[in-house]
C-alpha cells in the first residue's frame, strides 16, 4: 500500500500524459489556432476575466507538468490574450506551479532510480543535479535566468537532488520572470495588432510593441551566451590550473 501511495503522483502523470496526446491537444498549441478564434477568446475574456485566467493557468500548469510542446506558445497566447503584465504574472503563477508538480513526482517516485543512473552515467543531468546540491537556490535561480539547461530537465533535477521546496518555488518563479514578460510583451503586441485587424507580417518587428520586447529578448539571449563563455573560460583556467 505504501508502494502504490509513492507512485500514484507518477501513474497520474503518466495517464495525463497519454490522454493528451492521444486527444491530440497538442495540434492546437499554435498562434493560427489562437488567430482563428480571436473574437470568441476575446469575449469569453472580456466577459470571464476571472475564470479565463484560472483556466489559462490550469492549462499552462498541466502542460508544464506533462512537458508538453507548446509553452513558449501559451506564454505569447497570456499577453495576447490578457495583456503583458496581467498574462505574464499568470504565466509565472502557472510555469512555477506546473514545475512544482514535476519535481514533487520525480522526487516522491523516481528519484532513487533515476539518481543512481544519472551518477552511473554522468551528462548534463548529473552536472544540474550537483549543482543544486552545491547550492539550490543560487543554482536553480542562475539556470532559469540563463536556460543552460532545458526547463523540465532543471524540474527533475530539483527533483532527483531532494532541493528544499521553497527554495526551487522561489528560484524558479523570480528566474523565469524576465524572459516571460518578454514573451507575453510580444504576444501582447500580436494582439494589438489583431484587434486592429491588421495581419501579422515581416514589418510587424518593428512595432514598439513588439520591437521593444524583442530587443530584450536578444539582450537575454547575449547575457547567456557571455556567461556560457565566461563559465568556459574558468573551467579551462582550472584544468590548466590543475596540470
Known sequence: MAKLRRYLPLLVLVAVIIAAFASGVTR???????????????????????????????????????????????????????????????TVLAATVGA?????????????TIRERAEASGGTLKSVIDGVQA?????????????????????????????????????????????????????AGLGELAARGEAPDLGVIFEPAIFGPLVALGLLSLGATL????????????KDTAT
Open 135 to 187: 547550492g539550490a537556490f543560487g543554482y536553480i535561480l542562475t539556470l532559469r535566468l540563463i536556460p543552460l539547461a532545458p526547463f523540465w530537465l532543471v524540474n527533475v533535477a530539483g527533483g532527483l537532488a531532494q532541493a528544499p521546496l521553497r527554495a526551487y518555488a522561489l528560484a524558479t518563479c523570480l528566474g523565469i520572470m524576465p524572459a516571460t514578460y518578454i514573451y507575453s510583451g510580444i504576444g
Open 28 to 90: 492546437y498549441l499554435n498562434l493560427e489556432t489562437l488567430q482563428a478564434n480571436d473574437a470568441a477568446l476575446r469575449g469569453f475574456v472580456g466577459a470571464n476575466l476571472a475564470l479565463a485566467l484560472l483556466v489559462f493557468v490550469v492549462v499552462y500548469a498541466a502542460v508544464v507538468a506533462v512537458s508538453l510542446p507548446g509553452a513558449t506558445i501559451l506564454t505569447l497566447a497570456g499577453g495576447y490574450l490578457f495583456g503583458t503584465w496581467i498574462g505574464g504574472t499568470a
Open 227 to 238: 556567461y556560457q563563455r565566461r563559465r568556459a573560460k574558468k573551467e579551462l583556467a582550472k
Open 100 to 112: 512544482v508538480i514535476i519535481f514533487y513526482v520525480v522526487r516522491t517516485s523516481l528519484g532513487q
